[in-house]
């Protein structure tokens, strides 16, 4: 279970830099930039440490899944970026394709 929080602290971070990103404007804002550098590698530490009891393939599932949904819904709520039918259809399969994963698969660990 410790595995799944870790990851959960993995894709937090991840979130927090990739929003960053867009704030950071190119490199060229501090501040942003530096939430980018620490949040990436917040990210990658993290993820690290699940890799010790979750599969490294349903690890990255989960870990870019769960965060495609998340930038896209605040991209959406925050920056008035909406995804159009296709692309919201798009998100709903990598949202059930990590579900199926996690909750059907043997090769995730439970």
Known sequence: MQSYLFLGIAIFAETIATLSLKASNGFTRLGPSLV???????????????????????????????????????????????PDAWGTVGIGFILVGVMIVNLMSRTSAH
């Open 36 to 82: 980018v550098a620490v949040g990436y590698v917040t990210a990658f530490y993290f993820l690290s440490l699940t890799l010790r009891a979750i599969p490294i393939g349903v690890a990255y599932a989960v870990w870019s899944g769960i965060g495609i949904v998340l930038i896209s819904a605040i991209g959406w709520a925050v920056f008035g970026q909406k």
